[in-house]
């Protein structure tokens, strides 16, 4: 959404733009390959709790995980007071009338909710928090110290946004807000350029001969994108005694921490001949362009994934878990198919139904796009955000 927001010519005719970041070269790296930046930025060095008390990766996995809960125990409270001293001092300077906090999940980044009372400390008074995902609960000790300070964000940040309804209601639960306190504002997307044709894709992954169904699955390849669900899913079609296998690919998009595992699994079970990985994509566009169907199995740790909206945008059907929000973007049935997470028998019976039925595939699509044009263009997105902005001003 924030690149939305630099590339709005509404949004920078009526704003006054600047972007703070904490900086990393990575981070840095992916703006500059992403933004065409012509306004203020201004990157932020903060350290991390890692950085206090190394650890080496020679130690043994539980030594590390004490380690690295103790380093973050010690640490927490010093960065906090440091980047709440270097966000203040950045804010008295600007004099921003709404600061806009764009923030992972809750609790997420420390110095999103650093922004939050550096903000209140520099006298701004319209403080807008967008969660990205799911809010953690109490749970787990490591979020009982948190608490005080979540009481300070839940009454110094004007409006919370979030992306789902799903999301707005954990986060509601979480932080004990009032109807008044959260807005959901579906994201909205500019589909990226294409660099290369449908068939010069095909034929960059030797499919130009094929005449089957191409499914593809876009995510990096961490447990919660459930991975080994569809890998499961593909087994069973290939030893069912009641159908024939589907004439179909598996193209695996995307690196990770599994991918080890998962190549080993696909070895194991012989499947190699129908699931492909073909590593990172520079430009996902043009993977997603050349599927016939976008499959997302996620387990967890998911809310309102862009790889769907970009998938719908292209009038693609999509097979995804009923998780989060992405019922509000697939309508199961319309537009894709929806499946319960970690559903191995539904997600089979989904691409074998959806890989032997053309028509349903391209009715899909054109249902697909269309709610796409009519709910998660980036304009939409901006106005609805233009609109909350000034609701705040005018407040």
């Known amino acids: 959404m924030l690149v939305n927001f630099w590339a709005s010519p509404e949004i920078r005719k009526q704003f006054e733009v600047s972007f703070s970041y904490k900086n990393t070269p990575k981070y840095e790296d992916g703006l500059k390959q992403r933004v ?19 650890i080496s990766r020679c130690w043994h996995q539980q030594v590390i995980r004490s380690v690295g809960f103790l380093s973050r125990f010690i640490s927490t409270f010093p960065i906090l007071v440091y980047e709440i001293w270097i966000l203040s001092k950045l804010f008295n300077r600007l ?21 939050v009372i550096a903000a209140k400390i520099a006298g701004v008074h319209k403080v807008v928090m967008v969660v ?3 809010a953690v609960g109490y749970q787990r000790p490591s979020r009982w110290l948190s608490y005080p300070v979540d009481r300070m964000i839940a009454h110094y940040v004007s409006t919370f946004v979030t992306g789902s309804t799903v999301a707005a209601l ?6 004990h807000l009032n109807e008044t306190k959260y807005h959901v504002i579906h994201n909205g997307i500019t589909l990226r350029k294409r660099l290369e044709s449908k068939n010069a894709t095909r034929k960059r992954f030797c499919l130009d001969g094929f005449d089957g169904v191409i499914f593809g699955v876009v995510a990096i390849l961490r447990p919660n994108k459930g991975h080994k669900v569809l890998l499961d899913a593909i087994s069973k079609l290939l030893i069912s005694p009641d159908k024939a296998m589907p004439n179909i690919k598996i193209l695996i998009e995307g690196d990770g921490p599994l991918r080890a595992d998962l190549k080993k699994i696909v070895s ?8 492909i990985f073909v590593g990172v994509e520079d430009n996902v566009i043009d993977f997603i362009s050349f599927l016939d169907v976008l499959i997302l199995p996620s387990v967890g740790n998911e809310d309102f994934p862009n790889v769907i909206l970009e998938a719908m945008g292209l009038g693609k059907p999509v097979i995804a878990s009923r998780l989060s929000g992405t019922p509000e973007q697939v309508i199961d049935g319309v537009t894709g198919i929806l499946v319960a997470p970690q559903n191995v028998d539904e997600l089979a019976t989904s691409i074998s139904r959806i890989s032997l039925d053309e ?3 391209l009715q899909m699509g054109r249902a697909g796009k269309k709610r796409f044009q009519e709910h998660f263009t980036a304009k939409i ?15």
């Open 381 to 395: 997105a901006v106005k609805n955000y233009q609109f909350l902005y000034q609701s705040l001003i005018g407040s």
């Open 95 to 115: 004099c921003p009338d709404i600061l806009h906090i764009n923030n992972g999940g809750y609790p997420g980044a420390l110095s999103a909710r650093a922004a």
């Open 36 to 54: 065409q930046i012509d306004f203020p930025i201004y990157p932020l060095y903060f350290p991390e709790p890692s950085e206090l008390l190394p």
């Open 359 to 361: 028509e349903l595939r």
């Open 132 to 134: 990205n995902n799911i």
């Open 170 to 175: 954990q986060l509601k639960k979480v932080l």
């Open 268 to 275: 194991d079970n012989k499947l190699s001949s129908h699931c």
